[in-house]
């Protein structure tokens, strides 16, 4: 056999750093309408390669094309639309809100609004999600109050969490929202669980587990796919693949040249891959993911291909590690834009209008935020009883519980 | 009344409450058709079908998080690790998630699992299978800790847990499973069958958590055991013939400090025991406890007896595990103190 030579060690970079020109050439768009619908009991072996090949459904005209296209009204389009832009405006308030000290955290969903708020829509009233701290949309798109959610990023003394919560890990049983943890990945297997229990219980109801594409890396992320799996659990496998896992570029945590997707594939699970910045593909999908499941047809996994456009965090400076414009490159461009486009060019929507909803939206945000704020904020006004610290440990308080509360003086 | 081992009283504990509530589901590695490699489950698939007590994958994150999601739902899990000492890939959905369910969520979810392990030595099990990492659970806010230390107790106490609103760990001494031992590996173990606490009562009673019970009474000195170790001083106090009060936590968290603090306040020294590690064991928290409480009433430095801050060896079985030889003379060096 003949000399190898010397190992040489494998890191992946990113295309691009800061400086250098956006480039997102290497990313494979499939045209809009090409990827066809399969029926819902489709053999997953068949469909393979949909694991590879990118759904979507609005093209560069803002048309609607394609097999997946046609499952929404102009008036659930518009819903949509209202829904994502109050995502952001409630984004760029609470943002503003954590630098001007009201308070510690926070964490926005720039150009990822259509992956949560079109999900939402695809499911039925009792099915729980499992979310990360990026589908704030499936509050906003739910209904549940915005003022609640402000009280909880202020911590003041209306919050529901009684300020024992980071600022957005908001719980929402009613909203079919489970408590965030900022624990990575832990969710992803307990959202099998909860699909596991319901199908024990033989309800209708199913689950939806969050996930984004570094904490695909997370044991967890196989733990669910192999519960899942195993169990044929009715829950949809979401993986949000905005690209970045705070600055750390996606092909560290998927290696090679795979796709989030492609993961699913080994264990069964059919595996679909979509448009995340194109509201009508990624409903279309949840609603084909999400029948399976509630048909008792098992899991689905689906990736949201999409692009995280603002910082990680408001403790975070992407122009350290990527091209500041580099947002401004992606071939998937922007979901709010898209949607738009495509209602003005169904006649239903208008420049005009749009900037007039903009103006209403940031009115009815701003008037929640000076509710929140008569609550309190992080440090000003009112905040939660400190006897609050020492309740909900257990359900009952033991001993040494009620003695340091004692000793703490509440 | 029936005699039952441990095993079986554990199994009967998870029989009255599936036949109770069908919200009690049993899961873990080889729990199912087998019914658990320490029979433990023995008849429980057959019984109440594959949607009740069921097989699952090699991977303990995954049987505690999918628990956790299934608690969240509206079931009452009761779960089983192999072994304790594989506990550590579910840490994490243990003490970050299965723990602060309730406070984190102000009580929108909760999290009503038992996780049950087989945990402690005596029984060659080397690195592995000997460990006992309750000091890992009782460090974590929102966990409840269990340790029977015979049948009766063990029955009462599963059930107790598995009606508990929140998380339970519950660690089974795998030494007791099929008899009490009191450290005396020279001689033949006898069957629970002759022991009057594996008198198990058929149907549904719990003993309940947070309580100790004295299994000696004593004036001399207060002996604070769990599991194995109740046997074991129990044997040490007669041998040294030192009238040694022998207190079984049997719950480690919610502790019954009352009962250890009258009990030391009467004797006036202590003697913590346990298998685990000695360096931020339990009996850490066990002797400080004693010392803030009981300050005024001891005649004697709070002594601990517990394995050797070393991992769980094989061959050094009996050099490693605190038998009552070591017991009785930290006794004897108590009383003279």
Redesign the interface.
């Known amino acids: 056999m003949a000399d190898a030579g010397m190992l040489r060690f494998h890191v992946p970079e990113p295309e691009v750093r800061p400086g250098g020109t956006p480039d997102f050439s290497n990313v494979t768009i499939a045209e809009a309408g090409s990827v066809p619908r399969p029926d819902i009991d489709v053999d997953p072996r068949t469909i393979r390669d949909m694991a590879f090949s990118i759904i979507r459904v609005l093209n560069r005209n803002g048309e609607a094309v394609g097999p997946w296209a046609g499952l929404l009204s102009s008036e659930e389009l518009l819903e949509g639309l209202r829904n994502m832009m109050t995502l952001r405006t409630f984004d760029a308030r609470m943002q503003m809100a954590q630098r001007q000290g009201k308070t510690s955290f926070y964490m926005q969903h720039l150009g990822e609004e259509a992956v949560s708020c079109a999900f939402r829509k695809a499911l039925a009233p009792g099915d729980?999600n499992?979310p990360t701290y990026r589908q704030a949309g499936l509050l906003i798109a739910d209904g549940y109050p915005m003022v609640t959610m402000m009280n909880q990023i202020y911590s003041n003394e209306a919050d529901?969490?009684?300020g024992?919560?980071l600022p957005i890990?908001y719980?929402?049983?009613e909203h079919g929202f489970?408590?965030i943890?900022?624990?990575l990945a832990?969710q992803?297997?307990?959202?099998?669980?909860?699909?596991?229990?319901?199908a024990?219980?033989n309800d209708s109801r199913i689950?939806a587990a969050w996930i984004g594409d570094g904490s695909t890396a997370e044991?967890?992320f196989?733990?669910?796919l192999?519960?899942a799996s195993?169990y044929k659990a009715p829950v949809v496998l979401n993986v949000v693949n905005n690209q970045w896992a705070i600055s750390t570029f996606q092909g560290i945590a998927r290696g090679g040249s795979g796709t989030f997707a492609a993961r699913g594939l080994g264990f069964g699970i059919p595996s679909l891959r979509v448009d995340g910045n194109d509201y009508l593909a990624v409903h279309a999908v949840a609603k084909w993911a999400a029948t399976r499941a509630r048909e008792n047809l098992g899991p689905t996994l689906v990736e949201y291909v999409t692009y995280r456009a603002g910082a990680h965090s408001s403790s975070d400076d992407p122009s350290a590690y990527r091209p500041k414009t580099e947002s401004d490159a992606w071939p998937l461009g922007d979901p709010v834009m898209r949607l738009k486009n495509h209602l003005i060019k169904l006649g239903v929507w208008s420049d005009e209008r749009h900037a007039q909803a903009e103006a209403e939206i940031l009115d009815t945000v701003i008037a929640a935020q000076k509710e929140a704020e008569s609550h309190g904020t992080l440090h000003a006004g009112g905040k939660p009883s400190t006897r609050e610290m020492f309740e909900?440990?257990?359900?009952e308080m033991?001993?040494?519980l009620r003695r340091q509360r004692q000793r703490a003086g509440v | 009344m029936p005699r039952r081992t441990m095993i079986e009283a554990i199994r009967d504990a998870m029989d009255v409450s599936m036949e109770r509530d069908d919200k009690v589901v049993v899961f873990g590695e080889d729990v199912g058709f087998f019914g658990g490699v320490f029979r433990v489950t023995h008849g429980l698939q057959a019984k109440y079908g594959k949607s009740r007590c069921f097989d699952a994958p090699i991977n303990e994150s995954g049987i505690v998080g999918s628990a956790i999601g299934m608690a969240a739902y509206g079931l009452k899990p009761c779960v089983e690790i192999q072994f304790a000492d594989y506990m550590y890939p579910a840490y994490d959905q243990l003490t970050q998630e299965a723990a602060r369910l309730r406070y984190r969520s102000n009580g929108d979810f909760t999290c009503p699992i038992v996780v049950r392990m087989p945990t402690g030595g005596g029984i060659f099990g080397g690195q592995t299978h000997s460990q006992s990492p309750e000091a890992l659970f009782t460090h974590v806010s929102g966990l409840k800790t269990v340790v029977p230390s015979n049948p009766h107790d063990a029955k009462g106490l599963l059930i107790a847990a598995i009606e508990d609103p929140d998380p339970v760990i519950f660690l089974e001494p795998k030494r007791l499973y099929n008899g009490p031992f009191d450290g005396h590996h020279d001689r033949p173990v006898t069957p629970w069958s002759k022991h009057e606490l594996g008198e198990v009562a058929d149907g549904h009673y719990t003993v309940p958590l947070g309580k100790a019970a004295i299994r000696r009474a004593g004036s001399a000195v207060t002996v604070l055991a769990y599991g194995t170790m109740v046997y074991v001083a129990q044997a040490a106090a007669e041998e040294t013939g030192i009238d040694a009060e022998v207190i079984d936590l049997r719950t480690l968290l919610p502790l019954d400090l009352d009962t250890i603090v009258a009990s030391v306040k009467k004797t006036g020294r202590c003697v913590v025991v346990h298998e685990a590690t000695l360096t931020s064991g339990f009996g850490a928290e066990l002797s400080a406890l004693v010392q803030e409480n009981c300050f005024y009433h001891l005649e004697a430095p709070v002594a601990r007896v517990a394995g050797w801050d070393t991992p769980y060896p094989h061959a050094q079985e009996w050099e490693y595990f605190p038998g009552p030889a070591r017991v009785g003379r930290a006794l004897i060096e108590t009383m003279e103190a």
């Open positions: 729980m499992f529901p969490l009684k024992r919560q890990m719980s929402s049983k489970f408590s943890s900022g624990n832990t992803y297997i307990q959202a099998v669980g909860w699909a596991m229990a319901s024990i219980s689950a044991s967890d196989h733990s669910a192999v519960f195993t909900g440990v257990f359900a033991p001993p040494h």
